[in-house]
């Protein structure tokens, strides 16, 4: 069956999230001096991003909303380095000091290099959606601000409205459905190997792995490796001829 459509995962694969992550938070705390409170800026990312992997869990299993682990990240953020006032920080308060850090975040916001011109040249033969573990509005913003959303149509999922988070199958098929075409004939690509890669095979997609850092980490069978954007049309190409 050939492939006639593509979905995208977002963070990571499209989007340089990282990258916006650790400009963000670098620029929040130096603007609000706290800098110097860790024992080097890498340092502050670290804790930043360990934190962010177990709350952003959390809602990913539906325990906290998606504003819930922006507070929640603060919290925890900055009691490691003891600037929590006692009787604890208000919603409010953490809210705030989230939004400050967003401020700086979405000044760093950027597609990677090689998103837009993959997507300008599959559009003509692929119809083109996104499937994202995050919230819909949160995501449109984003990539409108980079100015991906126009390839998309109304061919965005996520995990928020949907009910259940990558790797779940049903998630993926949701993605399917919105594009209009059975999973035999989607492909998926995104940057995390077993939620990404294994996940989308799992649900029947052709699964494509983005492997940008060039890990070397054998796939599994049913999952094809690139490393760049800029392999996915001739490794298209070259499964329609299978
Ligand atoms: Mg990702």
């Keep these: 069956m050939r492939v006639r459509g593509v979905l995208f995962d977002v963070d990571d694969t499209l989007f340089d999230y990282s990258t916006s992550e650790e400009v963000g938070l670098l620029g929040h705390l130096t603007a609000l001096g706290m800098l110097g409170l860790f024992p080097s800026p890498d340092g502050a990312v670290e804790v930043w991003r360990r934190i962010m992997e177990e709350e952003y869990a959390r809602f990913l299993a539906g325990e906290l909303d998606f504003t819930e682990q922006q507070r929640t990240r603060t919290r925890r953020f900055l009691a490691h380095v003891g600037r929590v006032p006692d009787g604890g920080l208000s919603d409010e308060d953490a809210a705030a000091w989230f ?68 790797p779940s199958p049903s998630v993926f098929l949701a ?50 490796v690139i490393r760049s954007l800029d392999d996915l049309p001739a490794a298209l190409a070259r499964q329609a001829q299978v």
């Design 99 to 166: 939004a400050g850090y967003g401020v700086h975040r979405d000044a760093a916001w950027s597609a990677f290099p090689d998103a837009e011109p993959v997507l300008k040249s599959l559009t003509a033969d692929y119809r083109l959606g996104v499937v994202s573990n995050s919230s819909l509005e949160h995501q449109r913003r984003k990539l409108d601000r980079i100015g991906l959303l126009p390839y998309f149509g109304d061919a965005l999922v996520c995990s928020e409205e949907h009910g259940a988070a990558k």
């Design 175 to 224: 993605g399917c459905e919105a594009l209009g075409l059975p999973p035999g004939q989607v492909a998926y690509v995104g940057d995390k190997y077993e939620v990404d890669g294994l996940g989308a095979r799992d649900a029947g997609l052709r699964s494509y792995w983005l492997d940008r850092a060039g890990t070397g980490t054998a796939a599994a069978d049913g999952v094809q």
